[in-house]
């Protein structure tokens, strides 16, 4: 049974920075490419970043050049570095392998951007 759970969302300034973290229950990045995706309200869940089990990454156009994914592979835990932040970025994180499977959402965490 794969869970996974993430953590490092909060409030922070324009412009400011986070670290999100996703923690797996076992080794699935071995296999699988792991995504990043978003949900703010009103809208529909998007994908932001995708790493692939050797290491290829994909970002959305919106987040490209500011967001930038990776993983460390002993740990199971794949991470977001966000820079730049924009308010525009305020939504609910959630990562997943990709494509998704609807039985692997968390909780997931929030980042909100605001002044």
């Known amino acids: 049974q794969v869970q996974l759970v993430e953590s490092g969302g909060g409030l922070v300034l324009p412009g400011g920075s986070l670290r999100l973290s996703c923690a797996a229950s076992?080794?699935?990045?071995?296999?699988?490419?792991m995504g990043w995706y978003r949900q703010a309200p009103g809208k529909q869940r998007e994908l932001v970043a995708a790493i692939s089990s050797v290491g290829s990454t994909n970002y959305a156009d919106s987040v490209k050049g500011r967001f930038t994914i990776s993983r460390e592979r002993a740990k199971n835990t794949v991470y977001l570095q966000m820079n730049s932040l924009k308010p525009e970025d305020t939504a609910v994180y959630y990562c997943n392998i990709y494509p998704y499977r609807r039985d692997y959402w968390g909780q997931g965490t929030q980042v909100t951007v605001s002044s």
């Open positions: 076992g080794s699935i990045f071995s296999i699988n490419t």
